[in-house]
Every structure is written in structure tokens, then in C-alpha cells.
């Protein structure tokens, strides 16, 4: 099933219930995790007011508000910094090294999360911009000193069926012993297939470049975002606490 798992921008007005989600939930909750500590936190959105306000910091992407269901991620640190303080114990993790320990297990909890969730017919769809826009995000959820939003899912019942998305060929992850770095005849190996597909040649035709590679550098991932980016999202750690 998973080879033919796809993104779900569009879904039904179908309800997806509290118990499905409850359940999905608590059975993800068997994912691995730093220490047994289980370094995170969801918040559940269904209120079509509290969707709206969630909308602009995932750039107003319409499935955000188009979902029954959305859900926040979060790399939390506080419930066991908490934990610690009430139990006679001095904590440390106001710092990168626990908020990088937290995200991970957020992020592991969240894929776990929707393979569950997609097993049972559900859609996904994973919104990356949630650590483009944290403050936003930060303030509509209310989240405290020590926690800090790393993934958003929107989540519902399929009214779509996207075509598969190309992958890489799996030789292009894989170094045996070492790392084995990529030739530029590696390069063209792995790479060429994708930029031949057809709507991958119309990507590159519609914005006016030379090379796919260029979209990605010029248009959608640029060096100048990628660095104001950065600048909102360390300051954002900071706030939180975790710098």
C-alpha cells in the first residue's frame, strides 16, 4: 500500500471522528522516542474560525481550510520540564541540543501518525511551511515557553486521486560503509530521468528557466528566504526558549 501512497490536497465534507483520530493517536504513540520521554505535543484544529486563522502562515494554501481536520506538531519540552520540576528534579533542556531531540520525535510521531491514519483511508497532506511561520502559528495555538511547532498535517477523507509523484531511484540514497559522494556522471544517473518526465519539462517551460534545478534555486528555495527564514526561526527558538 505504501508504494502508492499520494498527497490529499482535496477532501469530502465526510466528519473524521474524535475516537479515529483518538485511536490513530494513541496507536502512533509505539513510535521510538528519545529516552521514552515522548518529546512532543498536537494540537487538534476543527474550528473552521481557528482554520482560517492557521491559513496564512501555511501561505494560505486552501486545504488548510478546505480539511475537517488539522493538526500541529510540536516538539514539547515543557511537559517533562514540568514533570521534572515537580518531582524534585532540575531540568536543562532550555537549549538547541533538547529542541533538535524534541522535533525529531515530534516529526517520527507525526510519519507514524499518517501511515496510520492513510491505512485507515485517510488523506494527508504535510504542510512544510509550519517552521517558515512559527510565530504565527505560536500565537493562534497558544504555545507556552518550551514548545514549538515543527510539522502541520491536514487530514480527511479523500476526494481525490492525484497521480503518483516521481521519486528518486533508491541508488541515490544509498552509501554502502561510507559516504560516496555524486560525480557529475552520478548526477546525470540519477537525476536525468526526472528532468525528462514530461511534466517536469513544462515546470521548467512555464517559469521561464533552463534547467529544473534552476526553479528550485532562483524561484521556489532561494538563498535569500532561505536565510530570512533562518533569522525568524532561530529567533523564534529563542523566545521559546530552546536558544
Not at 8 to 13: A, D, E, L, V
Amino acid at each position: 500500500m505504501f508504494n502508492n501512497r499520494k498527497t490529499i490536497r482535496k477532501y469530502t465534507s465526510k466528519e473524521v471522528s474524535e475516537d479515529l483520530i483518538r485511536t490513530l493517536l494513541e496507536k502512533a504513540e509505539r513510535t521510538p522516542t528519545m529516552g521514552n520521554l515522548q518529546l512532543y505535543s498536537v494540537v487538534i484544529t476543527r474550528e473552521a474560525e481557528k482554520k482560517v486563522q492557521l491559513a496564512p502562515a501555511h501561505f494560505n494554501q486552501p486545504m488548510v481550510t478546505g480539511a475537517p481536520v488539522v493538526l500541529t506538531f510540536c516538539a514539547d519540552f515543557r511537559r517533562t520540564t514540568l514533570w521534572a520540576e515537580n518531582r524534585k528534579a532540575m531540568p536543562g533542556y532550555d537549549n538547541f541540543l533538547s529542541f533538535l531531540n524534541a522535533a525529531t520525535d515530534a516529526l517520527l510521531y507525526c510519519q507514524t501518525f499518517c501511515n496510520l491514519a492513510e491505512e485507515e483511508g485517510l488523506g494527508t497532506c504535510f504542510l512544510g511551511t509550519t517552521i517558515y511561520n512559527p510565530q504565527s502559528i505560536i500565537k493562534t495555538l497558544g504555545l507556552p515557553r518550551l514548545v514549538m511547532p515543527v510539522a502541520t498535517i491536514t487530514l480527511g477523507w479523500p476526494d481525490e486521486n492525484p497521480p503518483l509523484t516521481d521519486r528518486l531511484p533508491i541508488d541515490s540514497i544509498i552509501h554502502n560503509e561510507t559516504y560516496n559522494d555524486y560525480t557529475p556522471a552520478r548526477i546525470d544517473t540519477f537525476y536525468t530521468p526526472k528532468e525528462q518526465l514530461e511534466e517536469n519539462k513544462h515546470f521548467v517551460e512555464i517559469n521561464h528557466k533552463e534547467t529544473l534545478a534552476q526553479v528550485f534555486t532562483d524561484l521556489r528555495y532561494t538563498k535569500e528566504a532561505n536565510e530570512a527564514i533562518s533569522e525568524v526561526l532561530l529567533k523564534t527558538l529563542k523566545e521559546q526558549g530552546f536558544m
